[in-house]
């Protein structure tokens, strides 16, 4: 009952039919409550209304396994007996108004496949990450600071997620995480190369565009064949955009306002591109064939053209353009942050310049993407 009362119960959405102070927590059905052996388990609670703050107590509850709490008012900060439950295996609060640090230690979590504190003003660092089973690290959409932690003790996580904060520092090795498939840090203030991929192979998602200011080259894609989507727009990297050769189902490449020289490499063999954004770059020569890429003449977004040309002669000069799917465009007039638009009329594509703007829309597309 204490969670209860901390959280004003007697305010939450449910509060007439969910049965929380109704005889036996265990044996009385509390909603969003399950037990084993007559401990709690379980406590699933999602958007009902939860306002005050988190007791001490919770980290009494020595057998919860799963503690999900999303949407709310609860504020305070994570109490400090958060680490004496030593058996959950998933944790999550979300959107809700907890500030404060982070447990000083997560040392205690040896079981936890899923940690994700998401959505609220914590501050202050992420401590070490000695997790030897998570799976899913969600701390995003705070106000933390800091390095991020070395990943050398989290060997099966798949899943990393830390973007929307003003972290600092270096993305650090990826040499021990080989299940890793997703990993977005986007939105931070980090600095320094992006790190080898050659020991992520599994990797799906890689989002670390916006207001960092990562530097060095992109690096080689040769071993994450699993890559759909790769997002390092809004750094200061350089050198040449690498083969795409061997990342046949990339269907997202964002590569805009950077540094980068030369040509745009072949897309012939990735056939599931649909949008790509190389704006604000030092590319030249021409824009490959789009014959192999069937899905950018049905709803693709591209990106291509850099300069200072005033938005009146850009309209006047290419605001529309009929071309082929095969039709090569030379990059004879660079354009600043201009996107294209393809849309489909048979065998013809139509062709508009859209106008977008660099770092002030990250945060509303990163929430509409929910990443």
Known sequence: MDFWNST???YWSDAKENNWGVGDHC???WMGVECSDGQVVTIDIVDNNQTGELSESLGGLGALDRFNLRTGGIGGVLPASLVKLTNITYLTIYAHDIGGPLPASFDSFAKIKTLQFIGMPLNGEIPALHLPVVKTISIYEN???GPIPSLDQVPKIEKLSLGGQHLQGTIPSLHNVPELNWLSLHDNQLTGPIPSLDQVPKLDVLLLTNCNNLEGTIPSLHNVPELTELFVGGNTL???IPTLDQVPKLNRLQLQSNNLEGTI????????????YLDDNNLSGEIPSLEN???????????LFEDEHSRDEVREMAT?????STTKLTLFHPIRFVSFRFVSFG??????LVFHKKCAQSRFARRSLNF
Do not use: D
């Not at 490499?265 to 790509?276: A, D, I």
């Not at 890429?293 to 990106?303: D, Q």
């Open 265 to 276: 490499p072949s897309l012939h063999k990735v056939p599931e591109l649909y949008r790509f």
């Open 143 to 145: 106000q933390l600071t």
């Open 293 to 303: 890429n069937k899905k950018v003449s049905e709803r693709s977004e591209a990106s």
């Open 238 to 240: 350089w050198g040449e």
């Open 347 to 352: 065998s013809l594509i139509l062709v508009s």
């Open 8 to 10: 004003n119960g007697k």
């Open 27 to 29: 044996t009385n059905n």
């Open 320 to 324: 529309y353009i009929m071309a082929t």
